[in-house]
């Protein structure tokens, strides 16, 4: 975790920023209706739709690679990672490119959404009745507004030997 600042607006009118300990930036993303979030610190772009190269012989996670500035990147197809049904129209899926390790991969997920700070206080660990293919790829949780924001640990998601 690490600290954070808020802009907060006084009765008087002036701007105050606040710092706010135990708060984790999360970039959310949706998946086949859920919500699920990705540590903002590895996010190193997000990219529109694009033409993804097949890999023969490639494990079924793998949707391909994407051409990112002369540099070749894996994609991984995120659904298939989590067990969930492939989506309808894979060239709609939007690209949230992450550093592991000082590797560049393609995360291939249904929608971007905005980026949250959320403090420590609202995390709680993976719970047994969270879906057993999640939890193998979650940190944990985040409660938000009565829904659950599951939080991907990337690393595990890429590493298609885990």
């Given at each position: 975790?690490?600290?954070?600042?808020?802009?907060?607006?006084?009765?008087?009118?002036?701007?105050?920023?606040?710092?706010?300990?135990?708060?984790?930036?999360?970039?959310?993303?949706?998946?086949?209706?859920?919500?699920f979030g990705?540590?903002?610190?590895?996010?190193?772009?997000?990219?529109?739709?694009?033409?993804?190269?097949?890999?023969?012989?490639?494990?079924?996670?793998?949707?391909?690679?994407?051409?990112?500035?002369?540099?070749?990147?894996?994609?991984?197809?995120?659904?298939?990672?989590?067990?969930?049904?492939?989506?309808?129209?894979p060239e709609?899926?939007?690209?949230?490119?992450?550093?592991?390790?000082?590797?560049?991969?393609?995360?291939?997920?249904?929608?971007?959404?905005?980026?949250?700070?959320?403090?420590?206080?609202?995390?709680?660990?993976?719970?047994?009745?969270?879906?057993?293919?999640?939890?193998?790829?979650?940190?944990g949780v985040?409660?938000?507004?009565?829904?659950?924001?599951?939080?991907?640990?990337?690393?595990?998601?890429?590493?298609?030997?885990?």
């Amino acid at each position: 975790m690490m600290s954070s600042t808020n802009l907060v607006v006084t009765e008087a009118g002036s701007a105050v920023y606040q710092f706010l300990d135990n708060v984790e930036d999360y970039l959310t993303v949706n998946i086949d209706g859920q919500l699920f979030g990705i540590e903002a610190m590895t996010v190193q772009d997000i990219l529109s739709p694009r033409e993804i190269a097949k890999i023969p012989l490639s494990p079924k996670e793998v949707a391909g690679s994407i051409n990112l500035r002369g540099r070749i990147v894996t994609a991984v197809d995120v659904r298939q990672r989590l067990g969930m049904s492939k989506v309808q129209d894979p060239e709609k899926l939007m690209n949230v490119v992450a550093d592991v390790d000082g590797e560049l991969y393609s995360l291939l997920v249904d929608k971007i959404g905005d980026v949250l700070s959320m403090s420590s206080e609202t995390f709680e660990s993976n719970s047994t009745n969270l879906n057993d293919n999640w939890r193998e790829f979650a940190q944990g949780v985040h409660l938000l507004d009565g829904n659950l924001m599951v939080i991907c640990d990337v690393e595990k998601i890429v590493r298609l030997n885990a």
